[in-house]
């Protein structure tokens, strides 16, 4: 069987001890009500559960009970919707319930990774150290994210503020030069023409035409929710010029660490797949691992089922592999995202030093093009009060 197929897991030379208060205490559970809806989840999930998690670690691994440790961050906590989260974690855990049994019954801040990390950490004794690896995965992530955003946050300025200048000059710039060239009663150039129609054609037409395209991006939206819209999207987004590759650079970035601290943390390979497989990003990446998952279960090894993959890079699986015939595949996993998070890193820096000329010329060439196409008239002043 291979190296990579384990279930619960505990570091060499470490005594799996209990932490305090971590497990329910026995003919007390209540039944928990699941809380579906939590006002800025996603702000919470993005900006403080990376920091809760590290901080609970902290307090775990000093000996502090959990409930006291929750109560300690409830107070600390700025965000009225996350001291909301913590206070329903503390009350549910001091009915009887378990830490992993409370965070499940808050869907929208904990994921089925998390969960599952911190179920595997109480089994195991190792809660502490779980949250720990966790509050590690978390600040990867985010750190990861930070880098993409930062690498795109310049060209799309760029590209929002060319587009709003264009359309400004061309709606309303453009039709005053057109009226006093009107006076002239001669032909315009072709280039100076053209905008003027344009503009013409604009203001006639906007009322049908951005109703119009408000509905289309309404239903293209709609349609990228479905399975199926979802599936098309994210094939073309790997199939993109260069940002493809970014894309599967950091989704094997992610498929990798999570992966490794998943099985680091005892969570069974199986269950580590299914959960994998939802946290890279894309759905073809997810599906691709899904695929794999058979393979493992049928007792061959992972990297067997990546293989002939296309929407992933042959050096991962090789990788991989070589990490499962060691019996080190936490290790490699580790060093696969390393490897790839260098890359991300590496190509943003590269795509940021090329968008920033190629983003100045086009702006240039925009703006540029239509203050040329209006004073064209005037650079032959001569011809045209003439007649032409």
């Known amino acids: 069987m291979s190296p990579v197929i384990r279930s ?4 060499a030379g470490k005594a799996a001890t209990p932490t305090p208060l971590a497990q329910p205490r026995q003919g007390f559970t209540k039944p928990l009500k699941k809380i579906t809806k939590i006002t800025g989840a996603r702000k919470i999930v993005n900006r403080d559960i990376p920091a809760f998690s590290r901080q609970l670690a902290a307090m775990l691994s ?7 440790s929750l109560e300690t961050l409830e107070e600390q906590a700025a965000n009225p919707s996350f001291k909301y989260a913590l206070n329903e974690l503390r ?4 009915n009887g319930s378990s830490y992993s049994e409370s965070l499940a019954k808050l869907p929208m801040i904990f994921d089925d990774l998390y969960v599952n990390m911190v179920r595997a950490g109480e089994r195991s004794g190792q809660l502490a150290e779980t949250m720990k690896r966790i509050a590690s995965l978390l600040e990867s992530d985010a750190k990861l994210k930070r880098k993409v955003k930062s690498a795109m946050m310049y060209p799309t300025i760029v590209l929002c503020v060319a587009m709003i200048i264009a359309t400004g000059m061309i709606l309303f710039i453009v039709p005053v030069f057109a009226e006093m060239f009107s006076d002239f009663g001669a032909k315009l150039p072709g280039p100076t023409q053209f905008l003027v129609d344009l503009s013409k054609n604009a203001k006639k037409f906007a009322p049908i035409v951005v109703p119009l395209i408000a509905i289309a991006i309404y239903i293209f939206n709609k349609w ?3 399975e199926k819209g979802a599936d098309a999207m994210d094939a073309l987004y790997l199939k993109a010029p260069v940002f493809g590759i970014l894309i599967q650079k950091v989704a094997v970035a992610r498929f990798s660490r999570t992966l490794s601290q998943l099985v680091t943390s005892g969570v069974p390979i199986l269950a580590g797949l299914d959960i994998v497989s939802k946290a890279t990003g894309n759905r073809i990446i997810g599906k691709a691992i899904l695929d794999a998952r058979s393979f493992v279960e049928r007792g061959d090894t992972l990297s067997n089922g990546l293989t002939g993959k296309k929407c992933l890079p042959t050096i991962m699986i090789r990788m991989l592999a070589a990490g499962e015939k060691t019996g080190k595949v936490d290790e490699m996993l580790d060093s696969i995202a390393d490897t790839f998070d260098d890359e991300v890193e590496s190509m ?3 795509l940021t030093s090329l968008l920033e000329p190629l983003l100045m010329v086009f702006l240039g060439v925009i703006i540029g093009g239509i203050v040329i196409c209006m004073f064209l008239p005037i650079f032959k002043m001569g011809e045209v009060v003439s007649g032409g």
């Open 348 to 350: 943003l820096s590269g």
């Open 91 to 94: 009350k549910n855990i001091e």
């Open 224 to 226: 990228k929710q479905t």
């Open 62 to 68: 000093a000996g502090m009970p959990i409930v006291v």
């Open 8 to 11: 619960n897991f505990t570091p």
